[in-house]
C-alpha cells in the first residue's frame, strides 16, 4: 500500500498533484476540490454518501464538506484543489456556492471536457513555461465556466456561511484533537469538557457530522497508523499495538479485518 504524491503546483488560489494507491482519512478544507480518476479505482465517501470511481470519472466535493477516500493500489488521481476566492475581484459570490452535482462519470455531458481542462492542467505545471499561470487561469476560469451554466448550485445565505464557519471551526477541534491522543486513551468526555459541551451534545454533534461515532473515528485513526507500521515493518507486532493505542490483540484484529478486509497477519506478510 505505498504512494507517491507528485505536486506540480501550488499558489495561494490553487494545488495540482497527481497521486496513486493513498487513502486519505475523514477530512476538510476550504478549497473546491476536483479529483480525475486515471488509472484504477476509488472510493469517495462524501456526507455519508459512498461513490464508487473508474478510470475517467471525476468527482465534486465542496468546500468545508467532510470527506474521505479509499484506492486500490494501482489508482493514479489528479487532484485539483481551488481556492474560491481566486475569482473573487470579478466574481466574489463564488465562495458562496454550493454544487448540488458531485460525480461526472463518463456518461456525464461535461466529463470530456472537464477530463481535457485538469490533465492541461497538470502537463502545464509540470512544464512551467514562460507565463505558464496565465494560461492556467484561464483554464480554471473554463472550468467554472463550465460549471456554473451547465451544472446545479445553490447560494449559501450568509447566516449560512457564518454557521458553517463555526461549524468547521469546532470540527477541526474535534479532529485535532482526536489525531493528537489516539495512541492512548482519549475520552469524550475531556474533550467535551475542554470544549464547554456536554458529552451528549458532542457525541450528537461528531455522529451528525462526520457521519461515524467518537470512538469509531479513533479506532479508524489507530488502524490506519498501524498500517503505516506494517508498510514500513520498523516495529514488532507488540509495540505496533502499544504505539497505536490498542491494548486488546483480538479487538484490534477483528477491527482490522472488518475495515481491511484480511487478518492483520496476512496483511503484515504481504507487504514486500
Not at 171 to 198: K, T, V
Not at 231 to 249: I, R, W
Amino acid at each position: 500500500m505505498g504512494y507517491e504524491i507528485t505536486q506540480y503546483h501550488k499558489s495561494s488560489y490553487m494545488c495540482i498533484e497527481e497521486w496513486g494507491g493513498h487513502d486519505f482519512q475523514l477530512h476538510f478544507h476550504a478549497e473546491i476540490e476536483l479529483s480525475l480518476i486515471l488509472s484504477g479505482e476509488a472510493v469517495f465517501i462524501i456526507n455519508k454518501h459512498k461513490y464508487k470511481l473508474e478510470a475517467g470519472d471525476i468527482i465534486l466535493v465542496n468546500r468545508c464538506v467532510p470527506h474521505s477516500i479509499e484506492q486500490n493500489k494501482n489508482s493514479r488521481v489528479i487532484w485539483l484543489g481551488i481556492n474560491p476566492l481566486f475569482c473573487g475581484f470579478y466574481y466574489p459570490d463564488l465562495q458562496k456556492i454550493h454544487f448540488q452535482e458531485c460525480l461526472f462519470d463518463k456518461d456525464h455531458l461535461l466529463n470530456q471536457s472537464l477530463v481535457s481542462d485538469m490533465k492541461q492542467l497538470l502537463d502545464i505545471s509540470k512544464s512551467q513555461a514562460t507565463a505558464y499561470e496565465f494560461k492556467m487561469q484561464e483554464i480554471l476560469n473554463h472550468i467554472f465556466f463550465l460549471l456554473l451554466t451547465q451544472t446545479d448550485y445553490v447560494y449559501l445565505p450568509d447566516v449560512v456561511m457564518h454557521t458553517e464557519a463555526e461549524r468547521m471551526e469546532r470540527l477541526h477541534h474535534i479532529i485535532g484533537y482526536m489525531e493528537g491522543n489516539f495512541d492512548r486513551q482519549p475520552r469524550l468526555e475531556e474533550l467535551a469538557e475542554e470544549m464547554q459541551l456536554s458529552p451528549d451534545y458532542l457525541s450528537h454533534f461528531i455522529k451528525d457530522a462526520l457521519g461515524i461515532t467518537f470512538r469509531d473515528y479513533v479506532t479508524m485513526l489507530r488502524l490506519h497508523k498501524a498500517v503505516k507500521l506494517m508498510e514500513e515493518k520498523s516495529v514488532s507486532q507488540l509495540d505496533m499495538l502499544f504505539q497505536t493505542g490498542f491494548t486488546d490483540y483480538r479487538y484490534f484484529s477483528r477491527a482490522f479485518k472488518k475495515i481491511y478486509g484480511v487478518d492483520p497477519e496476512e496483511y503484515y506478510r504481504s507487504e514486500p
